[in-house]
């Protein structure tokens, strides 16, 4: 151990036994030791403390010797605004974390012990940042799946990462033709989105990104070749580190990220890019997503579209009016369908389709669909209605379907101001008609399911509705409707007259929405199967005289 140095400074004379006081309690020590005097001298320094503090020694100042943080506890403990029971001084000297544990002496005299502390405080700051980062991960992913639109998902991806991890974030996304959909975002600043044309190449890692590959080290990129296109207007400064990382998406990629810090920031580090990389990851799952959900919304619209039934209206001098309410009230589509079919000219007969697929949901309106675009090619042949439904149940038949349907055939045609219809049932309810006088009379069509059997055997029925007359076919979704005062009794085919019977006169339109209100009415906020209506008038040629009655000469008091 090499001999303890004093120090004479003009100072009062320190106690002739000074030495021997501190001297063997400290001088062995493993731990730095400084002992310093009330004038902020350094009295002595030990081995330990020389290791550290290179070139310093006893008879130096210690504002001149060590960092400042120290230097600082020394003077607040000198003039007494710091007593030793505050607690350690901490600071780093050179890359080392250090507590100062100060014992204060009967001289003045402040022994100040040197604890190194690097791996406890390494280990808490990574505990902290790990916890940030979880906070900031669940914080991500919350806010992006909080949203299934894509444009929105983009603009909080860049902002978040811009937040968290950068001075400035710009997401690309992939390509629209030759344009990219570019969001950028700046810290603390309102995000902005555009489609342009970029050259990706300019950006080394990017092209790479954008096809799911691994990203570029930072290292590697240099800031300087960083193309104009890349910073967002109002970036403080030049680029001073990049990072360049994918977004990695359901099987394709989402996009990239492009993480910008000016020369005055500090640079990013090798964990700032591995969490970079896991903010990528959260934020291109989120965006696969979003853009999935978008494509399905899209297709699901267009596929609606074609199943949804069509408004009806005048055909050839004949009024059709349709109502269709789904099981759910969440759904549109479902195993009840309808279709008018016009003739080219009024001498051809109008076909109207009115059926009931086995089941409810997507399922059965996917077979609904495929019965309509079959009965379609069909109509050329429409002029028999037992052909036409058996060639449809071969096409069933052959199908993966396992389903069968119900249907009912309308041929109309309008002569001499009356409408002629054609009437065939297949397993399908009767078809009613209400006369100008209130009657309600039920056609006697009956036929086999669509679907179920070899062979389709059918009675079809012919009726003439004069003036102010209409035919309603229905599905058994209306008269199955359960409800009543306790909930549980059957709207039932005599409620259905009853509403019918009050229709007299009415127009098409009016008839459908009535027996669709009393159902509805009916059954309240209970579950009920799909229900479709289709109703065909031969209009009045007259003033309409009859409001609500049950017979044509009964007018409104």
Not at 140 to 165: G, I
Not at 206 to 223: S, T
Not at 311 to 332: F, I, N, P, Q, T
Request: glycine share 10%; hydrophobic share 40%.
């Amino acid at each position: 151990m090499p001999p303890l140095v004093s120090v004479s400074r003009g100072t009062p004379a320190r106690p002739p036994d000074a030495d021997l006081r501190v001297g063997a309690t400290w001088s062995e020590a493993p731990y730095p030791v400084l002992v310093v005097d009330r004038h902020g001298g350094l009295v002595r320094i030990n081995e330990a403390a020389r290791r550290i503090l290179p070139g310093v020694a006893g008879g130096d100042w210690l504002h001149e010797s060590v960092p400042s943080w120290l230097w600082g506890a020394h003077q607040s403990i000198a003039d007494g605004s710091r007593g030793v029971s505050a607690g350690p001084a901490t600071g780093h000297i050179d890359n080392r974390f250090f507590e100062a544990h100060p014992t204060l002496g009967g001289d003045g005299d402040v022994v100040w012990w040197l604890v190194d502390d690097t791996d406890r405080h390494l280990a808490e700051t990574a505990l902290t940042d790990a916890q940030t980062r979880s906070e900031v991960l669940s914080q991500v992913s919350s806010a992006l799946l909080s949203t299934l639109n894509a444009q929105r998902c983009m603009e909080v991806a860049a902002s978040m990462a811009a937040e968290h991890l950068a001075e400035a974030a710009i997401l690309v996304a992939p390509a629209h033709g030759r344009r990219h959909p570019l969001t950028y975002a700046r810290r603390g600043e309102p995000v902005t989105q555009t489609t342009k044309q970029v050259d990706i190449a300019g950006v080394p890692g990017l092209a790479e990104a954008l096809q799911g590959f691994p990203p570029v080290p930072a290292r590697w990129i240099n800031p300087a070749d960083i193309p104009d296109w890349v910073i967002p207007d109002g970036f403080a400064g030049p680029v001073g580190s990049v990072i360049v990382t994918p977004l990695p998406g359901h099987g394709v990629p989402a996009g990239a990220l492009i993480l910008l810090r000016s020369s005055t920031e500090q640079a990013f580090t090798q964990g700032e890019e591995i969490f970079a990389r896991l903010f990528a990851a959260r934020a291109g799952a989120a965006l696969s997503a979003a853009r999935l959900y978008t494509e399905q919304a899209t297709i699901t619209a267009t596929l609606m579209r074609e199943l949804l039934p069509p408004a009806l209206h005048h055909v050839h001098g004949v009024e059709y009016a349709g109502s269709y309410r789904a099981s759910s009230d969440h759904e549109r589509i479902g195993g009840d369908f309808y279709d008018v079919h016009p003739g080219s000219d009024p001498s051809v007969e109008t076909l109207v389709v009115l059926g009931d697929v086995a089941g409810k949901g997507l399922d059965a309106a996917v077979l609904t669909g495929k019965i309509r675009n079959t009965l379609h090619a069909l109509l050329p042949l429409a002029d028999d209605h037992e052909r036409v439904l058996n060639l449809l149940n071969g096409a069933l038949l052959t199908s993966h379907h396992t389903r069968f349907a119900t249907l009912v055939l309308a041929s109309v045609r309008r002569r001499a101001g009356r409408a002629r219809l054609r009437l065939t049932s297949a397993g399908h309810l009767p078809p009613l008609i209400v006369r100008a006088d209130g009657t309600v009379e039920e056609v006697r069509t009956h036929g086999t399911l669509v679907g179920a059997l070899p062979t389709v055997t059918t009675q079809t029925v012919e009726t003439v509705l004069a003036p102010g007359e209409t035919c309603l076919l229905y599905t058994d979704g209306i008269t199955e409707a359960r409800g009543g005062p306790l909930g549980d009794e059957l709207f039932g085919e005599h409620r259905v007259h009853r509403a019918l019977a009050e229709c007299a006169g009415m127009p098409a339109e009016a008839v459908v929405e009535r027996v669709q209100m009393l159902a509805a009415q009916w059954l309240g906020s209970g579950r009920h199967d799909d229900m479709a209506a289709v109703a065909i008038s031969a209009p009045r040629t007259g003033p309409l005289t009859v409001v609500g009655g049950h017979g044509p000469n009964r007018r409104n008091k």
